[in-house]
């Protein structure tokens, strides 16, 4: 998976933004103004995704390239380096559990106005 393959996958989803609130070399995907996932751009490609706590620590174990989330609540996110070691489509169903797993999070007015937004 590169930038742009990244990028494609969460923008096809529901309401999804991207930006960069934070400096020029980090992108932030967001669904409703509420983070997802990020992508480092400086240097080697790396992405933190949300993930139950449980799951996040499984998948250190099981992938050395998941590593607790940088700059994040490591309980909650995991950085994943794109190096090639895991194939996109287990790197796609991570963006897709960290989308909904934030998508769960919100008010039922929240989910309410997603399900009214057609992409």
């Known amino acids: 998976m590169n930038i742009e393959e990244f ?3 969460c ?3 529901k309401a999804v933004t991207e930006g960069f609130p934070f400096d020029d070399t980090t992108l932030v995907m967001k ?3 509420k983070m997802f996932a990020l992508a ?3 240097g080697n490609l790396s992405i933190n995704l949300k993930c139950a706590p449980e799951k996040a620590l499984e998948l250190r174990e099981q992938y050395p390239a998941v590593l607790p989330g940088y700059h994040m609540n490591k309980k909650h ?3 994943v380096k794109i190096d090639g070691s895991i194939p996109d489509k287990i790197i796609e169903s ?3 559990d960290s989308y909904n797993l934030v998508v769960s999070k919100m008010s039922k007015k ?3 106005i997603l399900n009214t937004i057609t992409n």
């Open 110 to 112: 929240q989910r309410e």
């Open 31 to 33: 669904v409703l103004d």
């Open 40 to 42: 480092n751009l400086d």
């Open 7 to 9: 990028r494609t996958y």
């Open 11 to 13: 923008l096809a989803k």
């Open 77 to 79: 996110w995991n950085t």
């Open 94 to 96: 991570w963006i897709d």
